[in-house]
């Protein structure tokens, strides 16, 4: 079992950054590979960036350059630095975690966040 909260979302002006933190909590020890989604205007939620157990990451195309993933092992956080935002951006963003080691873009993920609003205004 992981629990999972995203915080630091808000309204931002195009061009502006954000950095979103996920606390987790596993009750389990186990390698999970970790990853940001999102969900905006009626649209279908889709994967942003995603991170191993060896600290590789990953990204989809339209954040690539824009967008870091990172993670702090000893506060159990993992965040999302968002920079050069575009109103396209926006919204629900949310933190998952999937067991496992490696290919974490691929993977389909068991635990979910609650979500945290980003809205990038022109």
């Known amino acids: 079992q992981v629990q999972l909260v995203e915080s630091g979302g808000g309204s931002v002006q195009a061009g502006g950054s954000l950095r979103l933190s996920c606390a987790a909590s596993?009750?389990?020890?186990?390698?999970?590979?970790m990853g940001w989604f999102r969900q905006h205007r009626g649209k279908a939620r889709e994967g942003v960036a995603w991170?191993?157990?060896?600290?590789?990451?990953s990204y989809a195309n339209f954040v690539k350059g824009r967008f870091t993933i990172s993670v702090d092992n000893g506060l159990n956080t993992l965040y999302l630095e968002m920079n050069s935002l575009k109103p396209e951006d926006s919204g629900l963003y949310y933190c998952a975690a999937e067991p496992g080691r490696d290919y974490c873009s691929i993977r389909d993920y068991k635990y979910w966040g609650q979500g945290t609003q980003v809205t990038v205004s022109s």
């Open positions: 596993a009750h389990t020890y186990s390698d999970y590979c």
């Open positions: 991170i191993d157990v060896d600290g590789r990451t």
